[in-house]
């Protein structure tokens, strides 16, 4: 459970996914600047390709492993979470069935640009590289926040007040470079030390061996509620868009997977869904395309 899902990297994407992304139609629509949408006023379900139209299904991936965002329900193979729910609530606005299927993190976009998917919804940042090769449609914002055992007992309140601190941080996550970074304007250097994942990092804090830590805010959510022993501070940092993925050939789709979102954030569905896993601070007022920076 590191900070695999907001990193940047193409690694995972190859140069057959990246062909056919070059070789791709991008005559049914287009982003005007701003990340609107330059879908006009046809409705959702106008925008929506005929062929999907003739199919009546919506193919969406996400990969299990990231809770509250997706996950499986407790003893089944059924997926929930916040990505399956939304995905869930965008297919009925289209009035097509939803097909969820759960692959592997690094093989979504990949998956994605061959056709073997309509949209990817996994906790995925809409970063530059990842541009390259799809569009996104941005639905959620976070970042990490520092977490301490509950009543925050040392009185942490900023970043700052990390300095001179044991700190524990998870191994090549967005959140660590966050703590190393704030650690070079320190007088009083932390004293970091590295866990493999966010709940290893968390039984620092419980043997005291460490005072605070950083985690994406979706995962400090569900830790505070579920555990209760646990108290996660209000500010983000680093925060960045995530977004649903759409092959670059897909505008008729990626506009009307944006205005759908928008009715559901217009009408409050959207919102529920996150308030029900514990996330609205995440919300986004808008849906936009290709936000992110």
Do not use: H
Request: aromatic fraction near 4%; hydrophobic fraction near 35%.
């Amino acid at each position: 459970m590191t900070n695999r899902r907001r990193a940047g990297s193409l690694a995972a994407l190859t140069l057959a996914a990246l062909v056919t992304v070059s070789c791709g139609r991008s005559d049914q629509g287009g982003t005007s600047p701003g990340g609107e949408s330059a879908a006009g006023g046809k409705t959702a379900t106008e925008l929506l390709p005929a062929d999907l139209k003739k199919k009546g299904v919506l193919r969406v991936a996400t990969a299990v492993g990231y809770p509250p965002m997706e996950m499986y329900k407790p003893g089944t193979t059924e997926l929930t979470g916040v990505d399956p729910d939304l995905a869930q609530a965008v297919a009925d606005e289209l009035g097509l069935k939803l097909e969820l299927t759960n692959a592997a993190f690094d093989g979504l976009i990949p998956g994605l640009t061959s056709g073997r998917f309509d949209l990817v919804m996994s906790s995925m940042t809409d970063s530059p590289q990842r541009r390259q090769a799809v569009d996104f449609v941005d639905y959620f914002r976070t970042g990490g926040v520092i977490m301490t055992q509950k009543g925050n007992p040392e009185g942490i309140k900023t970043l700052e007040d990390l300095c001179g601190k044991a700190v524990v941080l998870a191994k090549g996550s967005s959140n660590l470079d966050i703590g190393q970074q704030q650690n070079a304007k320190c007088a009083d250097k932390m004293k970091i030390s590295q866990s493999e994942d966010a709940p290893s990092g968390l039984l620092q804090l419980d043997s005291k061996r460490a005072v605070a830590t950083i985690v994406d805010y979706p995962v400090a959510a569900m830790f505070v509620k579920e555990k209760g022993t646990y108290e996660a501070l209000p500010t983000q940092y680093g925060a960045a868009p995530w977004g649903i993925a759409v092959a670059k050939n897909q505008n008729g789709l990626r506009d009307a997977v944006q205005k759908s979102l928008q009715k559901l954030i217009d009408d409050g569905g959207y919102k529920k869904i996150l308030d029900s896993y514990g996330v609205g601070g995440s919300a986004v007022p808008k849906a936009t395309v290709n936000d992110g920076q």
